[in-house]
């Protein structure tokens, strides 16, 4: 990936997603460890709801250290985008469902105070850096973009 037309990503944005990962572990110990994260959670879920969500907290997990990893704007942008758009989803489907919330205890207002910030400063990242170009890319072979297109008429059709 050249690195003349594809700057690093801000420090601010660095530790933000280092914050993240911090609270993607707990998610993810829905997964590894249920009983130990269950009672914590802030509504009640299910053995097969923890270990699906425990699912996608690692799986962010991964994607975020990969984001520190390369600490890179182009592999960074997408992963923005990502976590911006499920960030809102999320916030907008918590307060849909606010009677699953007890807010007598901390951790369903730890819930949204994460996730309306991780939409806000997220959001704000993208918004300030909307004009820079993207960075120029390796061109795919034709042999790979055939492929690519089967595997998206495949999936689609799944």
């Known amino acids: 990936m050249p690195k003349s037309d594809n700057p ?27 009983t130990l994260v269950k009672p914590r959670w802030p509504w009640p879920v299910t053995p097969f709801s923890a270990r699906f969500l425990g699912g996608f ?13 390369w600490n890179r704007w182009s592999p960074g942008r997408l992963v923005l985008v990502m976590a911006f758009i499920f960030t809102v989803i999320v916030s907008a489907a918590s307060f849909i469902n606010l009677g699953y919330f007890n807010f007598e205890r901390k951790a369903a207002w730890l819930w949204f105070l ?4 991780s939409a806000a400063v997220s959001g704000l990242f993208l918004w300030r850096a909307r004009a ?3 960075a120029k890319g390796v061109a ?19």
Not at 57 to 69: D, Q, S
């Open 114 to 117: 994460v996730y309306l910030a």
């Open 57 to 69: 907290y690692t799986a962010e997990m991964a994607v975020m250290a990969a984001l520190l990893f």
């Open 132 to 134: 820079r170009p993207s």
């Open 8 to 34: 690093p990503l801000p420090g601010a944005l660095r530790l933000f997603s280092a914050a993240v990962i911090v609270v993607l572990i707990v998610g993810a110990g829905l997964f590894f460890a249920p």
């Open 140 to 158: 795919l072979t034709p042999a790979w973009r055939g492929y690519m297109s089967a595997e998206t008429v495949i999936l689609g059709l799944y």
